[in-house]
T-cell receptor, first 109, second 118 residues
Framework: GIQVEQSPPDLILQEGANSTLRCNFS?????LQWFHQNPWGQLINLFYIPSGTKQNGRLSATTVATERYSLLYISSSQTTDSGVYFC???????????FGAGTRLFVKA | DAGITQSPRHKVTETGTPVTLRCHQT?????MYWYRQDPGHGLRLIHYSYGVKDTDKGEVSDGYSVSRSKTEDFLLTLESATSSQTSVYFC?????????????????FGAGSRLTVL
């Protein structure tokens, strides 16, 4: 099956700093999503981005499907950005969405 | 949580006992999923459903069964719970939509159910 690798596994930032999270996947995928899990465990869909670039406020994401990777950019980080960021990809059938192990982000005030 | 309710939210049980977790949605979405989350593993797919009475296995289905008798409810059953099934279980829904040659499957998650098997 598809393998999804995220890096770095852990990241500590000072408030106001920028960061880039990476997601590599091993095979062609039907879709790609980024999620944020807050410290209370809630999972929020940030982006559905099978290809191209999208922006939502301080967050943006780029997927280069032909090279099998996606990047999530966080600019001017805030303490509320803390949590775990997951990349998830859909297999070619589209029904199964496979998650990476996540990047744990802590933003210091 | 976008019309997704998981119950119970917390449960402690003993090894060998049966456990059923319920996911209820009010969105009328066709697709429903059960994931488990463990440290270092992200979320792993247990089972999913693509319609009433239509289910299939995910990555880690051993020891679990599911049922979907109506659109809004998806049940996850541990027939005989083991300590390795201690985890946080998430239900998700989606409305799979085909667009051109690619499909989209945007997932929306419930709040999770924390299960401890002693």
């Amino acid at each position: 099956g598809i393998q999804v690798e995220q890096s770095p596994p852990d990241l500590i930032l000072q408030e106001g700093a920028n960061s880039t999270l990476r997601c590599n996947f091993s095979d062609s995928v039907n879709n790609l999503q980024w999620f944020h899990q807050n410290p209370w465990g809630q999972l929020i869909n940030l982006f559905y981005i099978p290809s191209g670039t999208k922006q939502n406020g301080r967050l943006s994401a780029t997927t280069v499907a032909t090279e099998r990777y996606s990047l999530l950019y966080i600019s001017s980080s805030q303490t509320t950005d803390s949590g775990v960021y997951f990349c998830a990809v859909g297999d070619t059938g589209g029904f199964k969405t496979i998650f990476g192990a996540g990047t744990r982000l802590f933003v210091k005030a | 949580d976008a019309g997704i309710t998981q119950s119970p939210r917390h449960k402690v049980t003993e090894t060998g006992t049966p456990v059923t977790l319920r996911c209820h949605q009010t969105e009328n979405h066709r697709y429903m999923y059960w994931y488990r989350q463990d440290p270092g593993h992200g979320l792993r797919l247990i089972h999913y459903s693509y319609g009433v009475k239509d289910t299939d296995k995910g990555e880690v289905s051993d020891g679990y069964s599911v049922s979907r008798s109506k659109t809004e409810d998806f049940l996850l059953t541990l027939e005989s719970a083991t300590s390795s099934q201690t985890s946080v279980y998430f239900c998700a829904i989606s409305e799979f939509a085909m667009g051109g040659q690619k499909g989209s499957n945007v997932l929306t998650f419930g709040a999770g159910s924390r299960l401890t098997v002693l």
